[in-house]
């Protein structure tokens, strides 16, 4: 008997020391760089404070060398060559650089504890080998040098974009490559998604005078840059300064992007809050013009939406310039092309404003979650865009589900045998089009399931919950899963295995209606699809009454709250996911049955509504 107590105990000692106990590395980063705007080059340095929070010893290290991408012959010049669907921004625009019109990245000095580092340059990525390892627990200094060139603007980075914005400087720095429980991050930069250390940044950018930037963090010193950043009353004399150096410091971030034009103008805006927005855009038509001065009022009512449903905005400033190749999200930044119609404006300053939750805030590994990223993003912004058409703050009429045409064009795009599981990293999708479907459309719907299986109100609390309690900690997918399952009460383990893991998707029948007996009508339905969901069904009756039946899923080990809608409503016994039909009785007559309607809130992912629904049998005329 002691020997076999002895042995519990020690299995659950091992059991306990065995489960992952939640960490991340931290990096603090003292940044200068001097800008030769003639040349489009720069020299900086970088003192990196790293932080192994992790169990393990490190005895190597990785730089991110965004920059090398933009060089022909790269991967990303190969990959947007020879995909099916390139990507029309890319092409083959990359194999017809200059030598002047690449990018690249040089490090010219690296020491970590005062030591100079053996390295060596893969493409996109600098391995280093760590002459003294990192211990778990320590804390080390890398004292680097480095130059660059900024490549003409050809993908979310680099010089004199399509609209005429001379900097968009984003991944324009060696950037450490994240590790986390699963490992080194140190994937090429292929053109798609980002995944980085959370950390401070200190930043000086000496640059040339009348340039005017926007950048990620708090400008440290308006006072000596004027142009629109100084307080107000003050006055600032740069007259006659070649060049002026812009000081930021961010904390709590990921990343540090900029932009700079010397035609830039700038609007500020500043929230009840405190919160302070930027505006930064190049003077155009009237129409631009209009629409960029309307934009401020807007976005403080969307932000004040946003944060209402989806969790409060952490930071004292937020910018949106001018720039890029589209729309991209950094922390407390958006680059976007800025000749567009208001709605246009307003919806991509919207979508990429959200990206400060889930991509900012957040910290999801977007490299390989990017449907948590862009889907959520997504799904969120549609609802805010609604909630705008609704406050008549922009053009257009709001609708009863914002997400309902993004399902259908999930489903329509399933139907053609081009998906592919949301597991697949964003590298490595073989279209394009499976990657933006899975990541914005798919990731947007797998939220609209989730409301639909455990009920608008526990979602609501659930989405909520989920930035608050994840903010800065790079949640994956089960810890969204495992907070729905807190606020509902139900598992869903089983639904992100069917959704995420696989292509399937839900196919509902409703397959017969027959009377039973004198008293008893019954109700026939089928999974058609092979993918199990519970399932709201309505039954209208002739005199105009309504009844809700809602049918658990068995696996969910309990069934969604009722959701206030005007028809009675009647919980039945769980479907087990490995039977294909389900029978119900209701004690009525079939004749006073008008209609049998699956899902009719119309959220469920169904592939094929048009078995959704069955009419009841007209009564027998007397003869």
Known sequence: MKNILLAFLFLTTISVNAQRTYWQQAAAYDMTIDMDVEANRFTGTQTLRYTNNSPDTLDRFFYHLFFNAFQPGSMMDERSRTIKDPDRRVGDRISKLKDDEIGYQRVTKLLMKGKSLPYQVEGTVLEVDLLDPILPGETVTFDMEFNAQVPLQIRRSGRDNAEGIHLSMTQWYPRPAEYDYMGWHANPYIGREFYGIFGTYDVKINIDAGYVLGATGNLQNPQEIGMGYEKEGTTVNTAGKEKLQ??????????????????????????????????????GDQTTDEN???????????????????????????????GGDGGMEYPMITLITGKRNLGSLVGVSVHELFHSWYQGVLGINESLYPWMDEGFTSFASAHTMNYLKAQKLIPGDPVNDPIAETVNGMINYNKSGNAEPLTTHADHYSLNSAYSVASYVKGSAFLQQLNYIVGKAAFDRAILRFYNTW?????????????MEKESGLELDWFKEYFVYTTKLPDYAVTDIRQKDKKLTTIQLENKGGFPMPLDVLVTYKNGNTELFHIPLQIMRGEKADEGTNANRTVLPDWGWVYKDYEFDIRVKAKKIQAVQIDPTGRMADTDTGNNKMAGRKAKKKK
């Open 246 to 283: 812009w000081h930021f410091v961010a904390e709590n971030v990921h990343d540090f992007a900029w932009s700079a034009d010397p035609n830039y103008k700038h609007i500020h805006y500043t929230r009840k809050d405190g919160v302070t927005l930027h505006f930064l855009y190049q003077p």
């Open 471 to 483: 903010k800065f900690k790079h949640p994956t997918p089960n810890d969204l899963i495992r907070i």
């Open 292 to 322: 960029w001065q309307k934009l401020p009022e807007i976005m403080d009512k969307a932000l004040d939406f946003m944060e209402t449903k989806y969790g409060q905005y952490p930071y004292k400033q937020y910018t949106i310039a001018q």
